[in-house]
């Protein structure tokens, strides 16, 4: 039978750190999840588990267990991310001619006729993570998480920390970056 968590965690506690390699197998693949979407290459999604992994060890003693692990796990998990993104922040402007023959062309049919835009899925996405990555790290943070993985504000509160109405005001201001982000491509190409 396969030990639970709390008795992993228990033993890691103990001295028998090798058992912390279990909880490392089990939740790799959501801390691996969680960190593509924050950041682009392969490598910073390692970097980012891995500082997930040295972080959750070090702090395994703080793990009051009063939720499961694997909440405490993800919280920590987001958290890192958003310190990614705050340590990697990318204020460059996205010039129109950055932008690929199908996104462009998705986006001259989104301004020009919306209602007749053709779908094309893969390059309204590289758009959007595009747009993204034009945003400070506390609105990337929040539009994905409310956007993307269509969590709740009252989640968004619990894995942050934030407090709800801070949730809120960062959501709306995250949005209206993203406004002007998309306005200044719009900008530069129709006017």
């Known amino acids: 039978m396969e030990p639970t968590d709390a008795e992993l965690i228990a ?3 103990k001295g028998h750190t090798a058992r912390f390699e ?3 197998k089990k939740y ?3 801390v691996f999840a969680i960190a593509r979407r924050y950041a682009r290459r392969e490598i910073e999604v390692e970097d980012i588990a891995q500082e997930v992994w040295l972080k959750s ?3 395994l003693g703080t793990f009051r267990g009063e939720a499961p692990f694997e909440h405490w796990l993800m919280r920590l998990t987001v958290r890192t991310c958003y310190d990614f993104l705050r340590g990697h922040q990318r204020n460059r402007e996205l010039n129109f001619s950055e932008l ?3 996104e462009e062309d998705w986006l001259d049919r989104v301004v020009t006729l919306p209602s007749e835009a053709v779908e094309n899925a893969e390059a309204a996405r590289q758009l959007v993570t595009r747009l993204l990555e034009q945003l400070s790290p506390a609105a990337r943070l929040v539009i994905t998480l409310l956007e993307i993985e269509e969590r709740s504000i009252k989640e968004i509160a619990q894995l942050t920390g ?3 109405a ?3 005001v960062r959501a709306f201001r995250a949005r209206a ?3 002007k982000c998309l306005a200044r491509l719009s900008k530069g190409k129709y006017l």
């Open 11 to 13: 033993e890691v506690l």
């Open 57 to 59: 060890f070090q702090k």
């Open 162 to 164: 934030w407090s709800l």
């Open 100 to 102: 690929t023959e199908p």
């Open 166 to 168: 801070l949730v809120k």
């Open 22 to 24: 279990l909880l490392v």
């Open 177 to 179: 970056e993203m406004k």
């Open 28 to 30: 790799s693949p959501r």
